[in-house]
């Protein structure tokens, strides 16, 4: 075994009920580190092109990074990589809490399920032995009941589990995959992709251990790290706030969007806000195993018809979907929405941008539903249809381009590549606009995180020349992150100098910064080969019409094609793609 991995991945066959252990090169982990890079290169030589995303063919990869189980902060999140039932694409989604040390403590860097279980079924992992259990009672189920049922008949202690919800057994496209309750590796659907393959849950449990190959420099590093966390700013709002201080600052910036993209200022934003949220609940901040950031907010209604509900959260991006696309001025009722994609297994920015449509094509006209702004219980019927694939919500369950083709919505749907952007308006903050066109899982925020320089005026939101270069330098540290895999909210305390000995004290290798950037470069280029494969081109790379053609605030703000043109061609010729956007040799 080398040092920081195993050197092993777990091959599992649902339609055999057989599983075998499998030797990773050590150059393979090498030139791709674990997390992403792993999971990406799986998914390109394992997924047949063509398969269909719901077929035995299509494969679901779990992986966790060589961080994971270390003493490094932000280090407990795990990957799964597929390819989506949402775009048709390339997939890939992250979750923070307990599971990713589980994982590790499998003994497997990775682990590849495929085929199709005649029968409800669930997975115990361990360093031991895999088991298929019948899950049979446990279809129907929502995620909550599911993860306390499967725990409880393993009975391992420490055990972790991950589960999918009504919405993914009946294989709603933008189903996702939860766990401890309420984290979610929420977009491109792999809870519909576990649905298809009669896979209720996984849980994990072990004694593997991984060592560090430098532990006295492992300790240096993330001390380095901790000290550059204390007292920073960013650390204090994720502790205070966790990321609903968002609300206020996309408001004040005048780039929240609301009303369905029609706006991009909510006037009734302090009633959502993070102020509102610590005012008027019982809020307890938590975090991952090891982290410091505690943006996690335990979060219990204690007044009004929504009394006692509990959860973690609202996130910003939940906030934005249901309270600025959907009008809903309530944060109960918004606590409320998102107890109900939690627990039937839903991504709430697709729930809330998908229902955000349907109002405004009720508005307009456009379609036979009656739903108006600001209709919480409307939107929590037409989820729980969507989830139960009833009446309207059975069409919604097909994802937005579906929807917006049957019903002739194509000028109003707002996606790329049939992924639906997150709260950050490109007509306002041009450089996300670059983001949600060139990510290959569709319209993403988190692949750069390019709101941040563009907010801190680091970066003139509205430039376009020259923007590339600096989004690229973001996109290449943080795929580097998601190979370790790390919190991306980390990205103000781990800079290219603190990555490179973080990554040598885990894996005992030593990289160079150019290295390491030739190596985020090659796994962003390997996704993209992944999509070109399946029929994605240069005009994939693109923005909804709205953004090009309707402005908001008071005509100050639009994107333009031309704009984008630019970004996206600097884009390509930086990470050396010809000007079709095709990789070389892809």
């Excluded at 966790?242 to 009633?271: I, L, Q």
């Excluded at 335990?298 to 609202?314: C, F, I, Q, Y």
């Excluded at 998908?354 to 209709?375: C, F, H, K, P």
């Excluded at 003139?460 to 989004?471: I, M, N, Q, R, S």
Aim: charged share 25%; glycine share 12%; aromatic share 10%.
């Amino acid at each position: 075994m080398m040092k920081g991995f195993f050197g092993k991945l777990l091959r599992v066959d649902l339609s055999g009920r057989s599983f075998a252990s499998e030797d990773i090169p050590a150059q393979i982990l090498k030139r791709y580190l674990g997390g992403k890079g792993l999971g990406s290169y799986l998914l390109l030589n394992s997924v047949p092109a063509g398969a269909g995303p719901l077929s035995p063919e299509n494969r679901i990869i779990l992986t966790a990074g060589p961080a994971a189980g270390t003493i490094v902060p932000g280090s407990s999140r795990y990957g799964i990589y597929t390819k989506s039932p949402q775009t048709g694409l390339y997939a890939e989604s992250y979750a923070g809490g307990k599971v990713a040390p589980a994982i590790r403590r499998t003994g497997y860097d990775a682990v590849i399920i495929e085929g199709t279980s005649a029968s409800p079924v669930y997975l115990e992992i361990s360093d031991s032995r895999v088991v298929f259990h019948d899950a049979g009672r446990l279809w129907g189920m929502d995620t909550y009941s599911t993860e306390d049922a499967v725990l409880k008949e393993v009975g391992v202690p420490g055990a972790q589990a991950v589960v999918i919800g009504p919405a993914g057994e009946n294989m709603v496209r933008f189903a996702c995959v939860e766990n401890n309750y309420w984290r979610s590796a929420g977009r491109t659907g792999a809870g519909a992709v576990m649905g298809s393959k009669k896979l209720k849950a996984v849980v994990f449990h072990g004694e593997a251990r991984c060592e560090a190959a430098h532990p006295e420099l492992l300790k240096e590093a993330v001390g380095r790290i901790l000290e550059k966390g204390r007292d920073h700013p960013s650390v204090k709002a994720y502790q205070t706030y966790g990321t609903m201080g968002m609300v206020k600052t996309m408001n004040n910036f005048k780039a929240f969007p609301t009303r369905y993209w029609s706006e991009a200022f909510f006037d009734r934003w302090p009633e959502i806000s993070g102020d509102a949220h610590r005012e008027r609940f019982r809020v307890k901040s938590r975090s991952c195993p090891g982290c410091f950031l505690a943006c996690g907010k335990d979060t219990v209604a204690v007044g009004g018809k929504h009394a006692g509900l509990r959860v973690e959260g609202p996130e910003y991006e939940t906030v934005y979907a249901f309270g600025g696309l959907c009008c809903i001025d309530r944060l109960d009722e918004i606590l409320y929405l998102n107890d109900i994609c939690d627990r039937l297994g839903m991504d709430t920015i697709t729930a809330g941008n998908l229902s955000a449509l349907v109002m405004e094509a009720s508005a307009r006209g456009r379609l036979d539903y009656r739903l108006e702004y600001g209709d919480a219980e409307g939107v929590a019927k037409l989820l729980k249809d969507t989830a139960a694939i009833t009446g309207l919500g059975a069409d919604l369950s097909r994802g937005i381009g579906y929807f917006s083709e049957k019903y002739g919505l194509q000028d109003m749907a707002v996606h790329v590549k049939g992924l639906e952007p997150a709260g950050y308006d490109p007509r306002v903050l041009k450089g996300m606009g670059l983001a949600y066109a060139t990510s290959t899982r569709g319209a993403c925020h988190l692949r750069a995180t390019f709101y941040k320089p563009e907010l801190s005026g680091l970066i003139d939101p509205a430039a376009t020349e020259g923007k590339a270069a600096l989004f690229v330098e973001y996109e290449n540290r943080l795929t580097i992150f998601n190979t370790l895999i790390l919190c991306v909210f980390f990205r103000d305390l781990a800079a290219w100098e603190d990555l490179i000995p973080v990554i040598r004290a885990c894996t005992g290798w030593e990289y160079t910064r150019q290295e390491l950037e030739a190596m985020a470069n090659d796994i962003v280029t390997l996704t993209r080969q992944f999509n070109a494969r399946e029929g994605a081109t240069k005009e994939s790379d693109t923005l909804p019409p709205l953004f090009f053609n309707h402005p908001v605030n008071g005509g100050k703000n639009i994107i333009t094609r031309e704009e984008l043109k630019t970004m996206v061609d600097e884009y390509y010729r930086i990470r050396g793609w010809d000007e079709k956007g095709h990789p070389a040799g892809g």
